[in-house]
């Protein structure tokens, strides 16, 4: 249904877009095995997001690059975390951390959806997002627990991410209509709550706390990175268009 | 010595020779040398194709891309530890090639202007790697011999990607297969270069080839190439840049055009289209993420410190 | 005392206050307020427009949004001068803007996500400014209403090429119309809360229209305003947001729906869509220029010394 | 003719490119005194690129928007110096010492030219660079002359940016088929090293030696930066062909 292709679309850009930012590491990260680190998460959440983005297109006949390259900005859906930008690779970490642990409760519950395809997305997706949800918390035992200045910097990234881990778990009234199909997201929170808790509390970190970000995403509107994000990504795509690659 | 003598002996029954063996300081700081070169490649040829992941046309070509590079950071990996059996730490190595003083192979310092060069390094430099590398899998070093096993069997895999790039550009518009000539003519002769000067002006090859590093001279390689290329031109449909290439029946060999070493020794010498920028941005990596290792590291030795008293 | 009488007196025949005047510490301190909020509200508010630089969609646009832009860098310079002279140095200012203790123009913390934002911008929100600033060039403190003058010149000029982007959209395709009007369906309501709260909830107008800083009521300028745009709307052939619109031809007063402070609130107290990236954007340019402003603060200082040891 | 709308475009793609990457410098300067600094070069250029693209459109019919965002990156003709990016403020001011002398020294010749337009169009810009090169001076003397740390970025920054200079004096082809029009490059060479030598050595600085970059911009061979900047330059204007602003 054009329900389920919407809620498809909303998971699909959300990791799509993730993907998309941590690609830029490659080649650029801190040590080579995290070339290698971040290479696979990325690679990883684009498969994701092709399976997901594949199955939102059925519903109007779409392909996945149609989807990916040749929406405008208000068409996507994705929240505004993952649009967050790439900054240091402390501020990378808060993002993965935050979006880990939310993907690892989301999919963990999905895979009893009443969507045979959803279930089996999130069943595949969910051992790849374990080890996202792992690889995020080592680095911020390591940076909390490093040098001085490197928990200066990820007390900074985590106050700075912060404000976009609201919109995750916003009920919107799509949700209402995929009863079984859907997750609900604030049912996510105490979930997403408690790990974050722990970490925190593991790496001697405050829960960052006060502003919260209006959001909006999944309604088409979005963070300023974006513009920028979809003029790289589908620059190639627009320029030759009805090519095939 | 006896040491010598069994490490001759080793050599002549075409046996590896292992980090615990004794071996003499020329064959150590040749592989040194010439491991911590290829691994070097591996790293800065990261970013010429690097350069695309976020503007590949498809999601599918996105993900091969993305392996790909990614890939390289682990060959890079593979070979920093094969050369650090022979003594050399890997940050010397790095701080080496940071500072500019380690050489890589001159073709990462060509630009990657358009996506078809995404087709013509896989299908043109990593082919022509593959030439160079298949007989470094019976190097004599048996952690060179063994992480070359490894890239050899990737990078087969990459070629053939790099073909397909391209195969799908010469079966798309007439801008798409504009595009593939004109990645094809820009990378085929410094593909050629790739395997180094003429045997009669490659100095070391002698010495190598004695001590079982290097197996087929450069010519030799470079023969083998160009026939592995021809069949795929036609398949492909793209035209190489050389009108005197032609098959010599006779002999079994290709004939072709004088290679221009000009050009070739401008960019070796640092005089390359990318070579600041290459360099630069491999520094601005490391410095950019200094932090990070820093943190690293002091937490490993708190994390030691811990468990020490705790025991 | 004869200070005070002497300060009264100006206020009462609408004389201007002038730096080197006695002047009581609350007027002095309302005026800093004022001023360093109206000088922060230039500067965060390039922002928003900045942002659309870069990919502005033609040569002329790009022109005259690069120029709007830069004028309001010159605008925070005029108004922290303005407030220099009241003795609050501009250091402390900017201190104050990016620590997050200073106020500026909640409007500036709505994003920009479309180029039609940059029409719905000049057009309402420097339509509003406007009405609240004209007012302020006859402001009684000298340097604050003379800043005025030649701000208020520029901002007219920012409107009518706000409505001129609006205009060429809404004659434009579908897309281009649809983009218009959904920016100013986003900004209408916005721009009106720049006018403040109703005037029954609004405490400190009062003082600064008795020291003849302010010179008309909230509400005065919230009508003032909405009867500018009413024709103006027509023209474009835009929707103002607002069913309930509509002149009292008895009153000559527009009639319009309750105004919702919920979001106001919510944006003033911090938590609007872009506080925290306005701020850290801020922060950052600040932070990364340090090495630029010492290196010129040292070279004044040692040419100062050389000129000293010549003379 | 066409070979003079091809100088045209070359001097014009110079100007924009230039004038692109400053522009970005509004709202992000050192001081608000350098955003209106920078924000005033970068208009000058962007008028100097209109006046240059709209005479190089003329041959062709094509408007100077046909010209800045629809051709694709082969079709530029911008020097590699223009491409370079923005980097730290340092690396700006030495991009715009080697821009502004280079510019400086060929309109003040290009006004000598038999065509008329191309000469009157150095004119009027001669006096705006005259100031970029009085701006980009001072900045010079005051980071050499300023801190340590201030001394250190700008000698990065010109090293950096020296390897481009080279190709700013290179005849090609094209310039021998318009002798009395376009002027020759390599003969502002000598007066480009005088000016260059003198402010340097006014700064106690080296001039850098090393690599010189193969360029090739006038071929259509760009920077990798190039890529990055169109797609985001052109992103609106491809979005909603047709459309006029």
Known sequence: ?245 | SPDERQFDDLIAADSRIEPRDWMPDAYRKTLVRQISQHAHSEIIGMQPEANWITRAPSLKRKAILMAKVQDEAGHGLYLYSAAQTLGTPRDEMTEALIAGKARYSSIFNYPTPTWADMGAIGWLVDGAAICNQVPLCRASYGPYGRAMVRICKEESFHQRQGFEILLELMRGTDAQRAMAQDAVDRWYWPALQMFGPPDDASPNSAQSMAWNIKRFSNDELRQRFVSMLVPQAEVLGVTLPDPKLRLDEETGQYEMSEIDWTEFNEVLAGRGPMNAQRLQRRRDAHEDGAWVREAAAEYARKQAAAREVAA
Chains 1, 4 share one sequence.
């Open chain 1, 1 to 245: 249904t054009t329900d389920v292709a919407e809620y498809a679309l909303w998971l699909g850009d959300d990791a799509l877009i993730l993907s998309q930012q941590l690609g830029w590491w490659i080649s650029r990260a801190p040590e080579l095995e995290e070339d290698v680190a971040l290479g696979n998460i990325a690679l990883d959440l684009i498969g994701h997001a092709r399976s997901l983005l594949h199955y939102a297109g059925t519903a109007s006949g779409r392909t996945e690059d149609d989807l990916a390259y040749w929406r405008t900005e208000p068409e996507f859906r994705s929240a505004w975390l993952f649009e967050q930008p790439n900054g240091d690779f402390g501020h990378t970490i808060a993002r993965q951390l935050v979006a880990s642990v939310y993907l690892f409760e989301l999919y963990s519950r999905l895979r009893a959806s009443s969507d045979a395809t959803l279930a089996a997305i999130a069943e595949k997706s969910l051992k790849e997002v374990d080890y996202h949800r792992d690889h995020a918390v080592q680095w911020i035992l390591r940076l909390a627990g490093g040098t001085d200045e490197s928990r200066r910097r990820i007390t900074v990234a985590l106050a700075d991410v912060w404000p976009y881990v609201d919109e995750l778990f916003r009920d919107e009234p799509l949700i209402d209509r995929l009863e079984g199909v859907a997750v609900r997201p604030s049912t996510l929170r105490p979930a997403f709550d408690d790990v974050i808790v722990g970490v925190l509390s593991e790496a001697g970190l405050q829960t960052p706390a006060g502003f919260i970000a209006s959001g909006g995403g999944r309604r088409g509107s979005h963070f300023t990175t974006m513009g920028y994000l979809l003029a790289e990504l589908q620059v190639l795509a627009r320029q030759h268009p009805g090519a095939s690659w």
